[in-house]
Every structure is written in C-alpha cells, then in structure tokens.
C-alpha cells in the first residue's frame, strides 16, 4: 500500500530493494529537466501485511452480523451497469430483422412472445416504421395490456390458453402492478401455491427485494405515453377493473372461503387448492370470455357497425349474435370452436363486452361510434373533433357547421373541405333545422 499520491502523473517512481519508497523532487527523469516548477510528494511503501494495510482494509469491509441488502441475481446486476448484454442485443437484433417482412400483427405478437418482457412504446414504433401509431396500438390491444403505460403480452398468449391457475395468478400480478410498481408479499396471503403459480411473472417482470419483502417493476413506468394516449389509458383502466372483479371474485380468501365460484358458471364450485397442492385439472380457472372470443370480437364489431354507424349497447350485442347466426363469422374455414365463440358472445358478461367495445369504439351519451370510420379513415381526424364536439355538448347536442368548422381549424390547424364535413356528418348525425344530430342507436340500418 502507498499512502498519499503524486500531484503531477507524469512523475517518475524510483523503488528501492527495501519495502519503502521515496519520490524526490532532486531526481528528475531525462528530457523533462525545464519542468522546474513540478511539486513532488513523499511517499512511503507500506506492504499488504503491514499495520496500517490491515487497518485500511478492515474499514473497507462490512463488519459481522451486518449484512449487505443485496437482493439482485449476479445477471440482473450486470445488467444494471450493462443494459442490453450483447447476447441479447444480437437475439434481438436477428428477431427484428426477422420480423420485418411479416404483417403488423403477426410481427408485434411474435416480438411480445420472443422479445422483451416489458415494452416502451416508443421502442416498439421502431419495429413497424412504416404504421401509424393508431394501428400499433390496435394491435397492441389485441395481444397486449397496459401496465404503468408499458406494455406486456397478455396472460393467454404467453401461456397458450386462457384457463389455468399460472394464468390467473399472471393476471392478478399485472393486475397488482396496474396499482403501483410495487407488489407486497403480504397480498398472496396464506396461499403459497398461488404465490409459486405466480413466481414465473413475477421473476420475468419485476425485482424481489427480500429484505422488503416485495417485487418492485423493473422498468420505470412510461409517463409519455399515458400522458399522448390517454384515451387508451382509460380504455385499458376499464379493461384492468372488469378483470380485477373477476380475479377478486375467483380467489380463494383464505379460511373463511373455502371454494371458489367459476365465473363460467356462478353456480358451480371449484375446490380451493389446499396448501402446498399443485393445481390439477379440476383446480384450472378461466375467466368467462375466451380468448378465441376476445380476438374475434374487435372484428366483429366492425362488421356491426359497418351496418349500424351509431349503436346502444344492446344492439351491439343483438347485431353481433345475428352476425354470429347469418354469416357463421368468422369466415369460413375458422376453427369451429371460433365461429361458436362469435354466436355466443351474446351470452358473456356485459362488462366484458363493454371493456372489447371500448377498445374500438366511443361512448357518446349513451351510443357508441366507431373511433376509425371503416369507410372513410381518411377523415378520422375531424371525426374526432365531431365526437369531442358531441361529448362536450350533452346528450341534446345539435352542431352546427360553424361550430365544426372553428373547432377543426383550432384542433387541425387548416380549413376543412365541404366533403370531409358531409362525409363525416352524414356517417354520424342526421340533418335536423339547418343542425347535426348524432343518430339515436335504434338499430337501424344505414
């Protein structure tokens, strides 16, 4: 060990035979002779044996029966430092590249399969350049959710089904994160084998803190994108309450609980796990909307309003059933388990229906409209501005072109043609007295 150090590093250390060591300010290297103003320090050799070394290194280690909280695995803390090791990088960089001949939708399902755990928007832009954001996210709500405004692949196409006890306790750990980046041991309760089911999530998507007792979210949430879609946001918060009902209604609470309710079928009971069990087939839980029916239904409610521009609630469900019925939707040569799911999608759960609706559609007072004119997406724009104008308005709007048209310009920056305005209103409202009137919903056809 040396104590103290030079001042200038182009000094020049002389080390005798002996253990010590003496820089002097007499003894200058050739060619640097001019250098006549260097400030030289003494120095002396101690070695690793000695007194003071052993004093140094005891102070730069913990002392006994104090432990270091260090609750990271030796790959997450490379990571840390490292983001990204180079195996990583080139797996991802081959997926990609991979990827990008393949259509929109099967290239983000096969990157949220392969890829990261956990996506940033931002970051999946990149892997379709060419699409508008609007399309990224159509698709993202169809494979994905949104957690803390990242994005994670859903239960059911990481684990290939929408029944089973991973799968539950999947959702109930994106569910918990939907609340904070935190997740408390204390919430799996008394059930440990659920806390084992839901170890694989939790590991994929989150660091466990022992000494805390809980998993903190490894990214940071994505505050840019809730604050640029907060539609989504809330689209996507209506989805994650109807799915936290189900999941608090099929948990087993403990002693006081001894079974739990179905939600296929509320009046049969499963057996709680007892302690320590593994999950058999008569323990398997699925939520009441299979997946088969949560795809196929985004495209089926085009096709209803494709006929029906503006609907209530209920005929969204009678036109979805009569489209199930006469068009045997999806088309021909789906499995038949699919064409099934569409004809009894009549019979899910309200909320359900209404957290799939509100990912392709608006809830003006009551009816719903499109957000994307299947028709004319080329005026998608202003009839933005025409669905604001109506929820803003009240329920007894009646707009006026003026109206319209000022708003466009301050929303648009640019003055709209009387095409887009007739294309628009007329796919919406209903001339009445020189006004617009959004169409009632009766189900009649357009």
């Known amino acids: 060990m040396i104590t103290g150090m030079p001042k200038d590093r182009s000094s020049v250390v002389k080390q005798s035979a002996t253990s010590s060591l003496t820089f002097s300010c007499m003894n200058k290297p050739p060619g640097i002779e001019k250098d006549i103003g260097e400030h030289w320090l003494n120095l002396k050799y101690h070695g690793a044996r000695s007194d ?32 990204g090791r180079p195996t990583d990088t080139d797996r991802l960089k081959i997926l990609r590249t991979r990827l990008s001949q393949l259509p929109l939708e099967e290239r983000v399902r096969t990157w949220l399969l392969e890829g990261p755990p956990i996506h940033r928007f931002d970051a999946l832009k990149h892997l379709a350049p060419d699409n508008s954001a609007d399309e990224i996210i159509r698709v993202l709500q169809i494979y994905a959710q949104l957690v803390q405004g990242l994005w994670v692949p859903k239960s059911s196409l990481v684990y290939g089904t929408n029944s089973g006890v991973e799968v539950l306790a999947r959702n109930f750990v994106l569910y918990e994160f939907t609340k904070g980046i935190l997740i408390k041991k204390s919430v799996f309760g008394r059930r440990p084998e659920f ?34 879609y907060g539609d989504v946001v809330r689209e996507q918060q209506a989805t994650w309450e109807c799915l936290g009902k189900q999941i608090n209604d099929v948990l087993p609470g403990g002693r006081n609980r001894p079974t739990m309710k179905n939600p296929l079928n509320p009046n049969a009971d499963i057996p709680a796990l007892p302690s320590g069990d593994k999950p058999t087939s008569s ?34 469900r009678q036109g979805l059933r009569k489209l199930g019925v006469s068009k045997s939707y999806p088309p021909k040569g789906a499995p038949r388990k699919a064409i099934t799911a569409s004809i009894d999608v009549f019979d899910a759960p309200q909320e359900e229906i209404q957290a799939v609706i509100n ?88």
């Not at 940071?220 to 604050?227: R, S």
């Not at 795809?295 to 494709?306: G, I, M, S």
């Not at 933005?384 to 109506?390: E, M, P, Q, T, W």
């Open 359 to 446: 990912q392709v559609a608006v809830n003006i007072h009551g009816v719903y409209v499109l957000k994307s004119s299947p028709d004319n997406p080329q005026y998608d724009t202003l009839r933005k501005v025409v669905i604001d104008l109506f929820m803003a308005e009240g329920p007894s709007a009646k707009l006026k072109k003026a109206s319209v048209t000022e708003a466009a310009k301050l929303q648009l920056n640019r003055d709209i043609t009387n095409v887009e305005f007739l294309k628009v209103m007329k796919e919406l409202c209903h001339s009445e007295k020189s006004a617009w009137v959004l169409r009632s919903g009766d189900g009649k056809p357009e």
């Open 283 to 316: 323990s398997l839980l699925r939520t009441s909307m299979s997946e088969e029916i949560r795809e196929a239904l985004p495209k089926a409610l085009q096709e209803v309003f494709r006929t029906y521009k503006v609907c209530s609630f209920q005929q969204i």
């Open 52 to 83: 003071i070394s052993a004093r140094y290194l005891q102070k730069m280690a913990m002392e006994e029966g104090s432990p270091v909280p260090f609750s990271m695995s030796p790959v997450d803390y490379l990571n840390a430092f490292c983001p």
């Open 195 to 228: 806390l084992k089911a839901a170890t694989p999530a939790l590991n994929s998507l989150a660091v466990e803190r022992p000494d805390l007792n809980d998993w903190k979210l490894k990214e940071h949430p994505d505050k840019k994108f809730e604050n640029l």
